[in-house]
């Protein structure tokens, strides 16, 4: 098989022994005679998947006891609507912070619920940067933002600070490094940017925060449901579970979370160095803001694109045209993307830099 850069932002690369034992277990599963496609949620093997599932994600976040992990599907974009429906009292108030995109369609989300108030936006600068040292009022229900810009490729280095409970969309970087859960009344993220295939949603959540509203909910809306339920109140996307619990594995034996990072930072760094040094290069996004998993860039002189494009598909580059927002490119680092593919990015920068610069 031909190797591949993979710089998709999402879906996106995952280990290639996950890939292995994934496409295994859909033709014999845990040698059962059965596929893991065609054997019931309610199974015994399928539920021990689930358990493991949901103790890996608190293991590798080293998440309070207490906390609860549901997976869902619907996608992080699901869970925006979700979250003001279990977490803001009718007649009630939330606070968000405004850094791109996803951030937006949250804030969308909320204000169909109630009162939303953004107390933070980057707007300003077609979210180029992470806005800091901005209050968030004490009378809200809960202060909700995006650890990372998987867009725009901005990045919370520090986390703000916040007299109500807190709710993040680490979608795009969650696992990527160490964080404080007991920070947060909820973590959520879309399983298809570091953790899996696309249609789990994992929501990490901090169950006395929960059911507190007063307010009326469809039990498919209710996040105390799920979690009281274990995940099975209705069939869980089985495969995308199972398929992340693999991923999480593989990060378990490569050391947690902390190895994650020190692998991205290495990583990051080498590719925005190239950015850096090469003026044919400018980045798109404060230096100090800058993501670990979603570098944005773009070429000084926008019509030597079609050239430099040549290049990096003729090296087995892919995925790395920037979101049509922002144009330019955008490399994705997530967790399973090697460091000789970064390298083999930087060759092919710095081999153009030398022909066209
Ligand atoms: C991709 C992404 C989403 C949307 O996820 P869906 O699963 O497509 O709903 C939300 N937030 C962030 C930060 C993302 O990167």
Redesign the pocket.
Known sequence: MKKVHNYSA?PCILPREVFEKAAQAVLDFEGSGLSILEISHRSKPFEAVMTKAQALVKELLGAPDHYQVVFLG???????HMIPQNYMKPGGKAAYANTGE?AT?AIKESKMFGDTVVVASSEDKNFSYIPKGFDIPGDVDYFHF?S????FGTQYKQFPKSPVPVIC????DIFSRPVNVADFALIYA?A??NMGP?GA?VYLMDPEKLGKTGRKLSPMMDLKNHADKESMYNTPPVYAVYVSMLTMEWMKRMGGVAAMEQRNAAKAKLLYDAIDRLPIFKGTTAVEDRSMMNATFVLNDASLEPAFDALWKEANISGIRGHRSVGGYRASMYNALPIESVQALVDVMEHFATTHG
């Open positions: 999402g619907g996608g992080a974009s699901m869970g925006f996803w369609r995006t990372n810009n998987t867009i969309d680490m979608s795009s879309g298809q940017k696309a949603t």
